[in-house]
């Protein structure tokens, strides 16, 4: 199992310099008022798996305001097999222009050739408060979720879906501006077909593994979920040659070219597609449950992914729980305590009340957050501090 030891951020959202250090839990709580820096630090973390993390940032949005040196995260982490591990991140620029947005790598003191290369070391899943929101936001938010679960088990995905949203816009511009080119237009839209449905294998592939992971877990304090992925592709592919598959959907872009030039982009595709999630003991839509339970139902399917990727992965991944707790009752609360201890990987929680972690006592690492200061709580001393 990969364990964090130590972190650093410097000119990283509200901090000049802190660290985290002397890390030997599995359980690490950091605690305080809301703005006082937490979520910063699980962004931090996040950072060392490839994109651009747990809010989606541009590197450009992390860089502290008024700080002269541009922002850089390290880590030291223990490996599968005890070594230990070295990750460096950050920007190569400050307000250089082309140079400010690019993100540098470095594993062992050595520069990476992508961000891809993290995934060989460390896999993590999160959830933040914005994904409460999940089933009943639009299909956009849950095709994100979708995809980036679906990352952690194939980073190649991400470039998948890049390419696809780019080929789309860039014949979305054709058609708007009244270019007809048939060869350069055809040319995209076989790029479009042939990309649209290596995305939607991918989906229909790790939803599949998802659902296995779903019904063997306990129907207990996280009900079951039944999930599907809807949309043109996906639901035409069962049993069809994906070559097939691709020329009927290139046919189906052209036909509609008039269309489109008219309501932009396509009316048909993987960009369209949505993930379907069903309280399965219930049969109830996820959309129809009450908050409580729409909460419970992510994070079920937080902790199926978990646990597949251990199985898959034979280790745990790494769990950013961003104030997870807050609105779940006792009963509940500890019940997660309980799976994430048997889960067996590293889990960094955040919350505004301390008593909501209190019962974890001695197995946790707990530290307060508080005008940007971080104090370890067992001696309260100072470990890291804005200037």
Not at 27 to 32: E, F, W
Not at 105 to 131: D, F, Y
Not at 363 to 386: N, Q, S, T, Y
Request: with cysteine.
């Amino acid at each position: 199992m990969a364990r964090i030891t130590q972190i650093k951020l410097s000119a990283f959202r509200c901090y000049d310099q802190i660290a985290l250090d002397h890390i030997d839990k599995d359980m690490i709580v950091l605690y305080g008022p809301n703005g006082a820096g937490k979520t910063n630090i699980l962004e931090g973390l996040s950072l060392f798996v490839p994109g651009r993390g747990l809010r989606s940032a541009k590197s450009i949005e992390i860089q502290k305001n008024g700080a002269d040196n541009p922002w850089a995260l390290s880590l030291s982490m223990s490996g599968k097999y005890g070594d230990e591990i070295r990750l460096g991140t950050g920007v190569e620029g400050l307000n250089d222009g082309s140079k400010r947005d690019k993100r540098l790598v470095r594993i062992n003191g050595k520069t990476a050739k992508s961000q891809a290369e993290l995934a060989e070391h460390l896999s993590c899943v999160w959830i933040t408060p914005q994904m409460d929101r999940l089933f009943l936001d639009s299909a956009r938010e849950r095709r994100k979720f979708l995809d980036r679960l679906v990352f952690a088990f194939d980073p190649g995905h991400a470039g998948r879906v890049t390419r696809y949203e780019n080929a789309l816009a860039k014949r979305s511009k054709l058609l708007r501006d009244g270019i007809t080119d048939n060869l350069w237009l055809k040319s995209l839209e076989s790029q479009i077909a042939e990309t649209g449905v290596a995305i939607a294998a991918a989906r229909l592939d790790f939803t599949q593994r998802l659902q296995a992971a779903c019904a063997a877990a306990p129907d207990g304090e996280f009900p079951r979920a039944k999930i599907a992925v809807t949309g043109y592709l996906e639901e035409n592919m069962a049993g069809k040659p994906a070559l097939e598959i691709e020329e009927a959907f290139a046919r189906e872009l052209a036909a509609s070219r008039q269309r489109d030039a008219i309501t932009g982009g396509a009316a048909s595709g993987v960009h369209k597609s949505d993930l379907e999630v069903v309280y399965a003991s219930k049969n109830m839509p996820a959309s129809q449950c009450s908050t409580g339970e729409q909460k419970a139902l992510l994070i079920g399917l937080v902790l199926a992914h978990a646990r597949l990727i251990t199985a898959e992965r034979g280790a745990p991944p790494l769990l950013l729980l961003d104030e997870v707790a807050a609105h779940l009752d006792e009963n509940r609360r500890e019940g997660l305590y309980k799976i994430l201890e048997e889960l067996g990987g590293q889990v960094w929680m955040t919350g505004t009340d301390l008593g909501d972690f209190e019962s974890l006592g001695a197995k946790a690492h707990f530290f307060e957050i508080k005008d940007h200061r971080i104090h370890r709580k067992a001696e309260l001393a100072v470990v890291g501090e804005v200037g």
